[in-house]
Every structure is written in C-alpha cells, then in structure tokens.
C-alpha cells in the first residue's frame, strides 16, 4: 500500500501527496494486462506471461547446468579454450545453443565467457593454462526453444592471494544481498545502493561501464540494471526477469577495453576483478532465482 509519504508512483521523484495524491498507483488495481501495458510502453521492459517463464525458467536450468559441469572442470592444467569446447558439446546435447557465440559486433568468437583475474569481464577462450592462484569467471548463457538463460561463477584454482580471494567473497556477497530485497514495489536504484554499499565497506570498488539487464525473450533486454549507486526509480513488478551480476575490483572501479579483440575488458589498474550472476524473476510476493548454480 501507497504512504502519503512514499515517492509517487509515476517515477516524478516527488512525494506522493505533492504529485499524484489521492489518485492510486495504476499498478495497484489488479489487471495484468494493463500493467504489462504500461511497463511496455513507458519502459520498453517486457513482462513475462507463464508459458514465457516456463521457458526462461528452462533455459536457466540447462545454462545452469553446464555452468556447474564446465567450473568442475576448470583445474590447474586446463586451458580456457578447452572449457569453451566442453560448454559447446554440453550445449549440443541438451539442444540448446551457447547465446555469446557471433553475438554482437564484432561477433563475440566464442560460446563462453572466461575472464581471468584482472579481467573483469568479456574474455574470450583460448590456449591460456590455468593454474594455481588464478581465479576465473565463467559466464555462460542459453538459448533453449527461443528463450535465454544467463549466469556466471567464479572458480579460485587451488589457493589464491589475499586480494584475488577478497573479490570473490565480496562479489558473492553482493549479488546474495541484492537478490534478498526483490520483491515487488522495489526500486532498481535499489539495487545498486545495496551493492555499492557492501562494496565500500569492504575496501573494493564496484565497475560502472557493465550492467545488469533484463533477459530471457532476448539476450539483452530492458530494464539495465546499475550495480552502483543511481536514481532509477523504476518499480519492480510481477513477471519481470532481469540478471544481476555485479562486477567487483579490488582497485579502481574503471575499465579498459582491449584494442586488438574488442570484447576483453580489464581492471586499468591490473588489481582483480570478480563476478557472480543470477537470472531473477519478479514474482507475486518476492522473487524467484531462475538460474540453479550452487556456490
């Protein structure tokens, strides 16, 4: 229920009861379709109906799935193009498809991502030996019969230093924290002042060219979710899906994007760099983690 006090509902900034009042937020008066209406309209953010639930909800298992296989096998010895080939027969014998591969431009060569220590995000595979120290995100996203499913793990290979295990736990912890307020009337600025917050008081920054977004009709949709601190005051609502994946530096938040390949982008400091990612579902009263990895 709407307090006079409380931000109105049209996303003014002003309090209610200087906006809008007494007139009740349209996304209280129980019609679905006009909800699903108004958020395509004003926000271009898709919400989902069941039969397209059903099947992100899907994807998300089989990405999930192949997550878990390929960090299993990420070990010293390793290198990051063999993890990329496992993924791809992984992805074959479920009949899904790895979502990254030719994405974007230039197309993405890969069907995983494999950022490694400093990388904060967008590796791509190749004959890099893993070994004792490194850790390594691993992102991996599928489409299954027209829907998509996103995540990512880190992977700490035997022991690693202070600072690189500092980034993993912290990153974790974030993405736990942010997750554990969705729930309908949220703010997405929410979000990121969760994470950020956490962040600061662990000493790391929180990476601001790379967000979250929304998911699961396409690879990438709306709404972009901030993991730092920012003033969207869009409202969470039934049925939207949405990743978060926030990306933690132990230095300096900026990052570089590599000139020769494109996609690989680096801490600028050379410090490490580490993410976690869920795909979420808005439900009725909370929310739902689509994507079943295990920490």
Not at 58 to 77: D, F, H, P, Q, Y
Not at 82 to 106: C, F, G, Q, V, W
Not at 148 to 177: F, H, N
Request: charged letters at 25%.
């Amino acid at each position: 229920m709407i307090h006079r006090n409380d931000l109105c509902w049209c996303q003014s900034g002003k309090k209610w009861k200087k906006c809008h009042f007494p007139e009740t937020p349209p996304l209280t008066n129980g019609d679905p379709l006009r909800l699903k209406e108004l958020y395509d309209k004003k926000y271009q953010i898709l919400i989902k109906s069941k039969e397209q639930i059903d099947g992100i909800r899907e994807a998300c298992r089989i990405s999930s799935t192949i997550l878990e296989a390929v960090a299993k096998s990420a070990v010293a010895g390793v290198t990051t193009k063999a993890l990329d080939d496992m993924s791809t027969a992984l992805h074959r014998e479920a009949k899904a498809i790895p979502a990254a591969l030719n994405y974007s431009y230039p197309p993405f060569p890969k069907g995983i991502c494999t950022s490694l220590n400093e990388v904060i995000c967008h590796g791509i595979p190749d004959d890099t030996i893993l070994k004792d120290g490194d850790i390594l995100n691993i992102d991996i996203a599928s489409i299954y019969k027209g829907y998509y499913g996103d995540c990512s793990r880190m992977v700490v290979i035997g022991k690693t230093t202070p600072e690189r295990q500092l980034v993993v736990d912290v990153a974790y912890e974030c993405l736990m924290r942010a997750i554990a307020i969705l729930k309908p009337g949220v703010q997405v600025g929410d979000i990121g002042t969760v994470i950020e917050n956490y962040a600061d008081e662990r000493g790391c920054s929180v990476v601001r060219q790379f967000v979250a977004h929304g998911v699961g009709v396409k690879f990438h949709e709306n709404p972009q979710v901030p993991h730092f601190r920012n003033s969207n005051l869009i409202r969470l609502v039934p049925g939207m899906t949405f990743t978060i994946e926030p990306m933690i530096n132990a230095g300096a938040w900026e990052a570089v994007i590599d000139t020769r390949d494109k996609w690989t982008a680096r801490t600028i400091d050379g410090k490490a760099s580490a993410q976690w990612e869920h795909t979420i579902l808005i439900t009725e009263d909370g929310h739902e983690v689509l994507t079943t990895w295990q920490r």
